[in-house]
């Protein structure tokens, strides 16, 4: 009985050497490639919207009765249209009023808009409110938010 020559051996162990190398090559310039167009993807909205916000104009606030009545007046700015805008109230340890942003073409905040928003709290927990903030998202993923804290520039009585 005769065995393949050890030189027939070593000949066969290259070629399927080779060829698990090569199918190796392939599969990771394919997977390379498909990695680097996502980030590249996601990178080019991150960029988008790292230059979009919103800004909170104005807090205004007044008591009156059984009214508790807070006026925020809210703008965005950058290159992007922001969606799901929320404006939440909180102080006096009670919980948060929100009120989501819609207009007659669906609820895009275009850049540049500005959105006022009245809210009535009741009890009278959240007058004059100690935090304010507004919070959006930029292309359908991406958190942009703000804050007014009692005592800065946008909070005003009425």
Known sequence: MK???????????????????????????????????????????????????????EVRYSSTGASRLVNVTTSSSGSQYLKNITISISGGGATSNSIKYYNASGDDLAPGGVFAASI???????????????????????AVSVSCKAGEACMKPS
Request: glycine residues 8%.
């Open 120 to 142: 009535n709290t009741t009890g009278g927990a959240l007058v004059p409110p100690e935090i304010v903030s507004a919070s959006g998202i930029c292309q359908g993923q991406y």
């Open 3 to 57: 065995g393949i020559s050890p030189f027939v051996a070593a000949i066969l162990l290259i070629a399927l050497t080779v060829a698990v190398g090569g199918l190796l090559a392939v599969w990771f310039s394919t997977l390379t490639s498909s990695q680097t167009q996502t980030v590249s993807a996601t990178s080019e909205q991150l960029a988008k919207c790292a230059s979009s916000s919103l800004t909170i104009n």
